[in-house]
């Protein structure tokens, strides 16, 4: 369990994050929503542990996560977010390699080589191993970035959980591939060690995704829960200043959102 | 990416050149040692003889620590531009742009200018004191100016800005020097803007092998650290690294290096910057290799660069300056035009 008490961040004199309390459950996986300027990546980065609070605190559920320093933290819990740039030419299996970082000294072992392999195979990357990561399109790039993100905390530990977090990272992906996405991270998450907490923009693949979903609003929690509880037309048209209208697939009995 | 050669071949390679390069460096100059005259002298000065021919005495005195701070201070810059071009993610970065050559540089004109009036000096070390201290002043000047409030962190974009001020500022100091100098002062100004190795002696080269050796080593051991850099602070942050920390270790290397290297010889352009950039052609951007790679290119290099500048119009003899640059900028050139690079 990850819990978030009272969490504020200020930036320039305002409240990004403005009061936020919340529990995430392992084995779920969570989406935060909400309108631009709302607080969610730095809410994210705040959870990740790459930022801290102004008041408040995020509790990892560990004996001794108190005492976690960065690299111990780094094995435990892994952040992906938008569109990265690398500085020089590498090859892609050298950037995957980089998410064992935190697991070695000196040179890689044969354990990180095999979930370097691993992760590879899982984000659909491994016959890009060689390639310049310069030259990959967008969405390749944020699939390597997925399995360098994966190879951190590829697998379980006997002393605590695995933590996952995604900053808006469907940016670069065509429709394909934010499915293609969206499935792995859910399936990954669904491991009852692992937390996972992700921001998106696209209700619809947060309706069909999240096993909960959290709508934020200038800093502060609108509703938390399921998407019937959270995505209700009163709840939208206060955080997004939309009207929306719900409308069911026949085929599979979805619901979809659609908006004036 | 086409299949490379591995680290420890290209690494053996770079060592056997720096070696050939070094055995002509002693060999060749203003004037030609023998094989009898170089084998003499040492064996001569390591036995306490005291019969050695002047052009022996010369050989060890003059020429092998020349050759061996060449190749030093070539290691120094060498590995400074590769801390410096992971450290901002740029590879058109340098050593000198945090302002450490120009505050050395305004450092030295400041000795050559007031250096008669000091009531207390060191003696043959007042030169290469003022130009460290003005080193290091002026690139911690640039990064405690470039620290920003709200982050805790310096900003990159900040610091390349602060660096070109100071840079600046430090060059209009060295103008104003000039301007008010004496005669032979200004010259000796304008020598030192332009590297000189002829200042060479044991010491110089004890205490720049101090610094070669201690730098390059620490460098290693922050390699991993600098690689995750590349990916952007963030992301380094989230594989566990104190970036913050880091920065400040890393610049703390790269000022011990340079200043030092910079208060022997002056100013040496170019090395610092392109020596990185051949390497990572070579064999990509993994600073474990780049770190040792640029340690021996470097040297390799700018001992190439000093012979050309004793034999190219010999007897006379050229700043070492100029041969860097004449030969780096076509190189450099050459190099931007063949690789993309994101800037």
Same mark, same amino acid.
């Given at each position: ?260 | ?31 030609? *040692? ?76 400041? *000795? ?151 208060? *022997?010889?002056?100013?040496?352009? *170019? ?73």
């Amino acid at each position: 369990m990850l819990t978030a008490i009272n969490l504020v961040y200020k930036a320039g004199g305002r409240a990004l994050v403005d009061g936020v309390s919340a529990t995430f459950e392992p084995g779920q996986f969570h989406l935060i929503v909400g309108p631009n300027g709302a607080g969610k990546s730095t809410l994210v980065k705040l959870l990740a542990r790459l930022l801290q609070p102004h008041a408040g605190s995020v509790v990892y559920e560990a004996a001794d996560a108190k005492r976690w320093n960065e690299r111990e933290l780094a094995r435990r819990r892994a952040t992906l977010s938008q569109a990265i740039d690398v500085a020089f030419p590498i090859p892609v299996r050298e950037l995957v390699m980089m998410g064992r970082y935190p697991h070695f000294r000196g040179r890689p072992g044969p354990l990180d080589e095999a979930v370097c392999d691993d992760v590879m195979g899982y984000a659909d990357v491994a016959e890009l191993a060689e390639r310049d990561y310069a030259t990959l399109s967008g969405g390749e790039q944020q699939r390597v970035n997925f399995a360098r993100v994966l190879a951190q905390i590829w697998k379980p530990l006997e002393d605590s959980r695995r933590y996952l977090f995604l900053d808006e990272p469907l940016t670069f992906l065509d429709i394909r591939h934010q499915i293609d996405f969206m499935k792995k991270v859910r399936e990954f998450a669904s491991q009852p060690d692992v937390v996972a907490v992700g921001v998106v923009h696209d209700l619809n693949l947060a309706i069909r995704f999240a096993d909960r979903l959290i709508l934020l609003h200038q800093g502060r929690i609108l509703a938390d829960g399921n998407a019937a509880h959270v995505l209700t037309a009163g709840n939208l048209s206060r955080a997004f200043d939309v009207n929306p209208a719900f409308i069911t697939n026949q085929a599979d009995g979805r619901v979809y959102i659609s908006y004036d | 990416m086409k299949s490379q050669p591995s680290d420890r071949v290209v690494l053996v390679v770079l060592f056997v050149l720096m070696i050939l390069t070094t055995a002509a460096s002693i060999r060749f100059g203003a004037m030609d *040692f023998s094989a009898h005259d170089m084998l003499t002298s040492v064996s001569g000065t390591l036995s306490g003889a005291t019969d050695l021919t002047l052009d022996q005495r010369i050989f060890i005195r003059l020429r092998v620590p020349r050759a061996l701070l060449c190749l030093l201070v070539g290691a120094c810059l060498g590995v400074g531009g590769t801390l410096m071009q992971a450290l901002f993610r740029n590879p058109i970065v340098e050593p000198g742009l945090v302002g450490t050559s120009s505050g050395a540089a305004f450092g030295a004109a400041l *000795f050559y200018v007031f250096g008669a009036m000091l009531k207390i000096n060191f003696g043959e070390w007042t030169l290469p004191l003022a130009a460290c201290g003005g080193g290091v002043i002026s690139t911690y000047l640039v990064f405690a100016l470039a620290q920003t409030k709200r982050e805790g962190r310096s900003s990159i974009m900040l610091l390349l800005l602060t660096g070109l001020a100071i840079n600046a500022l430090c060059m209009s100091g060295i103008g104003f020097l000039s301007y008010i100098a004496r005669d032979p002062q200004a010259r000796s100004i304008i020598y030192w803007n332009l590297g000189t190795l002829s200042g060479a002696n044991w010491r110089s080269v004890a205490i720049v092998g101090v610094a070669t050796i201690a730098g390059t080593l620490m460098s290693l051991s922050y390699a991993k650290p600098l690689n995750a850099l590349m990916i952007g602070d963030n992301e380094a942050l989230a594989l566990g690294i104190n970036v913050g920390r880091l920065k400040w270790i890393v610049l703390t290397i790269n000022v011990l290096m340079v200043a030092v290297a910079t208060a *022997f010889t002056g100013v040496i352009s *170019f090395v610092g910057l392109i020596v990185p950039h051949i390497l990572r052609i070579i064999r990509g951007p993994d600073n474990r290799f780049l770190i040792l790679g640029s340690a021996l290119l470097g040297g390799t290099l700018l001992s190439l660069a000093d012979l050309i500048a004793r034999v190219a119009f010999r007897p006379a003899e050229l700043p070492i300056g100029i041969v860097t640059s004449v030969v780096g900028v076509p190189v450099f050139l050459t190099l931007l035009r063949q690789r993309r690079y994101m800037f």
